[in-house]
């Protein structure tokens, strides 16, 4: 194991070693490494690729615990180390009342894990000198040109506005540097910015039509940029969002389960997401009404894909190849990769919050969150690795030191689902064999 990796406990009313013994007499114990068998990727021997046998048992035994006390209805979780698949499991179910078992395809409303796909898709525009992200966003989307900013962000009255000082930057979009709010604070939600009967193009003419929080580039404010960054690919590309995301990356990626609509033929797999009651027993639960399984109008670019665990592993596996898809196809500059996989909020704005893995965090142009200070996280991770998650249960992390990928991917809200992301994480990189 690496000396940049941090391990704080993780949440839990008994003691840790306590736990583990716990979850592992639950569990038989692997009598040998034994490499994935998922059709699309390459697996190997995890003993061959640095993961010890009993560690990842570790691993499941964790999340199989996590569905038994009843955090999660299931999971699945995979790792990829240098270009193979070392790990995949699927545990629990889709569906709990008709008992469907989680499968490795099952597909999972992704939320925010929306925004670096469409992050990237600006990043494959800058490269062809389409865009610059220093290019002002009234270049491409002049609606924003006369946009004013409130008085108080903590006030919201517009009657009490100003003249914008400065404009906002593509760049500003990318590392929520703006002054463009989230989609769920209370201003945005009063004046109907945000909704799936609307089409792209109309929400951002919304957000545009109403001010800023701050200036452009003086807070970090984690917001709906995404959306405005969808609007730009289809005003520069010509196409419209998921034309442009299947024809510059989904194809070539391979990423066929990456949607908006799950239609009749993808239905089956879609899980189903959960809340504990009252009495904590798991209920399905509908966070917003997001009909994905309609036709809609909105193909929203920050919050609205649903996606399957393989897809991201591919996704992933980009920036650790360079840019290049399996095929051989560049699809971003190594300059693009790097852009994607450093912070890019400047100085003066960090850091991007005050408590938690946020202080330690810094921002990227590729929509990443960036762990600038591994012991600011409750769980384990390098410096430099960069990631991002969605409200509904779903994590992925990109490890340029390990060259790995994890993942872990279920649908529960709130999201935390007793710590089931962060020990699945601690308890991978535990498996690292020194």
């Known amino acids: 194991m690496t000396q940049s990796r941090h391990t704080l406990s993780l949440t839990s009313n008994r003691k840790p070693a306590q736990l583990l013994l ?142 914008r000082n400065g404009d906002i930057t593509i760049a500003q979009l990318l590392t929520h540097t703006s002054g463009i709010g989230d989609r769920n604070s209370a201003f945005y939600r009063a004046n109907n910015v945000h909704s799936y009967d609307q089409t792209l193009e109309q929400v951002v003419n919304n957000v545009a039509s109403l001010p800023l929080f701050e200036d452009p580039g003086t807070v970090y404010r984690y917001g709906m940029h995404a959306e405005v960054l969808g609007r730009i690919i289809e005003v520069v590309s010509g196409q419209d969002i998921l034309s442009f995301y299947q024809q510059e990356l989904f194809e070539p990626l391979g990423m066929t389960d990456t949607v908006f609509y799950v239609d009749d033929s993808r239905r089956e797999r879609l899980a189903t997401v959960y809340r504990p009651d009252a009495e904590g027993r798991l209920r399905p639960h509908e966070m917003e009404h997001i009909p994905v399984t309609e036709p809609r109008a909105l193909s929203s670019s920050g919050v609205g894909l649903v996606s399957s665990t393989a897809d991201f592993l591919r996704f ?100 935390g689902g007793n710590g089931f992301r962060e020990r699945f994480k ?9």
């Open 22 to 163: 716990a979850m592992l007499a639950s569990w038989p114990l692997l009598l040998s490494a034994q490499a994935p068998d998922v059709p699309g990727f390459e697996g190997a021997d995890p003993a061959a690729l640095g993961l010890t046998p009993a560690g990842l048992q570790a691993v499941t035994a964790a999340l199989q615990a996590h569905i038994d006390a009843g955090d999660i209805p299931g999971a699945v979780a995979a790792v990829m180390k240098d270009g193979k698949l070392a790990y995949a499991q699927a545990l629990g179910y889709k569906q709990i009342e008709d008992q469907r078992p989680m499968s490795f395809d099952a597909l999972f409303r992704t939320y925010s894990m929306t925004r670096p796909i469409t992050s990237v898709g600006i990043l494959i525009l800058h490269d062809r000198g389409l865009l610059n992200v220093n290019d002002p966003v009234q270049k491409y989307l002049p609606q924003f040109a006369n946009q004013q900013v409130l008085q108080d962000a903590n006030d919201a009255d517009l009657q009490e506005v100003r003249a």
């Open 316 to 415: 992933s596996q980009l920036f650790l190849d360079g840019g290049v898809a399996p095929d051989g196809r560049r699809i971003l500059s190594e300059e693009a990769v790097r852009m994607a996989a450093e912070n890019a909020v400047p100085d003066a704005l960090m850091p991007i919050g005050s408590s938690g893995y946020w202080a330690g965090s810094g921002w990227s142009l590729g929509g990443f969150a960036v762990a600038l200070d591994p012991s600011a996280y409750n769980h384990t991770v390098n410096q430099g690795e960069f990631w991002w998650d969605g409200s509904a249960g779903t994590r992925f992390w990109i490890d340029p030191e390990e060259n790995m990928i994890s993942i872990v991917m279920a649908q529960v809200s709130p999201a």
């Open 426 to 434: 601690t308890l991978v990189y535990e498996a690292l064999a020194d």
